[in-house]
């Protein structure tokens, strides 16, 4: 189908080690978002693009937290020295300029 | 911190049975929304509701928003199994509560 896929849906790490996880956005969207969801709670912000820049980055929880999307479209969070607390899933979403957002499955991260 | 937050956490009813979840939020808005999520799902858009709007209606849906509150509330009706999952408030684009689970039994 056209719409957000994200990659993996699950990833096991074992502490300390980085992790990628990449979302591929709907064709044509320019704002992409990024969300981390713990078990039981909604999704909490962590980061927004707009095309190339990365307009707010202000939900991001440490600086092991890092996030591009060098060519407007794929974007990529990287994890660094992941921790047991970085255990969520890790959603994707991306719209028009503000415009509804449509969501991907998410990244279950699991960090061992 | 999360700007909305949806009541109850959780609800139970039987098919065909209306359910009615609510959500609070603290700031202005300019519009709110809500989500639905099943189980290792994405969040999929349901409704939006425009500040100067009291009430929507989209199929079984009802949305009903007032401002002096800072209160929205989500009617389903005629509630089917399929309609089993956790619903979401977002109060901004950027802001979600931490959700209703919704179970309706067979």
């Known amino acids: 189908g056209a719409g957000v896929s994200q990659s993996p849906r699950y990833k096991v790490a074992k502490r300390g080690q980085d992790v990628a996880l990449r979302c591929d956005p709907i064709s044509g969207h320019v704002s992409l978002f990024w969300y981390q969801q713990a078990l039981g709670q909604g999704p909490e912000f962590l980061t927004y693009?707009?095309?190339?820049?990365?307009?707010?980055k202000s939900g991001l929880p440490s600086d092991r937290f890092f996030a591009e999307r060098p060519e407007g479209s794929v974007s990529t969070l990287k994890i660094q020295r992941t921790q047991q607390e970085d255990s969520a899933v890790y959603l994707c979403?991306?719209?028009?300029?503000?415009?509804?957002?449509?969501f991907g499955p998410g990244t279950r991260l699991t960090v061992l | 911190s999360q700007q909305g937050e949806e009541d109850p956490q959780a609800l139970s009813i039987q098919e065909g049975e209306n359910a009615t979840m609510n959500c609070s939020y603290k700031t202005s808005i300019n519009n709110l929304q809500w989500y639905r999520q099943n189980s290792g799902r994405g969040l999929v858009h349901l409704i939006l509701i425009r500040s100067n709007e009291r009430e929507k209606h989209s199929g079984r849906l009802r949305v009903t928003l007032d401002t002096s509150k800072k209160s929205s509330s989500l009617l389903i009706t005629a509630s089917r199994a399929a309609d089993t999952a956790s619903y979401f408030c977002a109060a901004s684009v950027l802001t979600f509560g931490s959700g209703t689970q919704l179970t309706v039994l067979p």
């Open positions: 979403a991306s719209s028009l300029v503000g415009g509804q957002q449509f």
């Open positions: 693009f707009q095309n190339e820049a990365q307009l707010d």
